[in-house]
Nanobody
Framework: EVQLQASGGGLVQTGGSLRLSCEVSGFTSNEHAIGWFRQAPWKEREEVSCIGRGDDSTYYADSVDGRFTISVDNSKNTVYLQMERLKPEDTAKYFC????????????????WGRGTQVTVSS
């Protein structure tokens, strides 16, 4: 059973930084992708970033490109989302999710989800 646990959210001022962590368990190979998504009240869920574990390919939404970085610590089975120069519009609940896919991550079917972690950026 695939399980994901996101953590690291909090309250930060505009321009600040946070690092989110997603601990992943249940996969026996790298044929999967991990994605970070966010959802703010009254807004649609947005895919923020993802990483394909099969080829280490990454994707960033235009809204976060250049400010967010996704990375993996294989020894800890953890995927990180380093968020820099945060803006009030980054305020949302952030979720990590997993998809079974051999290569890449964009457009994958994410069917395992962890509980979210709240990020609030004050102006």
């Amino acid at each position: 059973e695939v399980q994901l646990q996101a953590s690291g959210g909090g309250l930060v001022q505009t321009g600040g930084s946070l690092r989110l962590s997603c601990e992943v368990s249940g996969f026996t190979s790298n044929e999967h992708a991990i994605g970070w998504f966010r959802q703010a009240p009254w807004k649609e869920r947005e895919e923020v970033s993802c990483i394909g574990r099969g080829d280490d390919s990454t994707y960033y939404a235009d809204s976060v490109d250049g400010r967010f970085t996704i990375s993996v610590d294989n020894s800890k089975n953890t995927v990180y989302l380093q968020m820099e120069r945060l803006k009030p519009e980054d305020t949302a609940k952030y979720f990590c999710a997993a998809a079974r896919i051999r290569l890449g991550c964009r457009g994958a079917l994410y069917d395992s989800w962890g509980r979210g972690t709240q990020v609030t950026v004050s102006s």
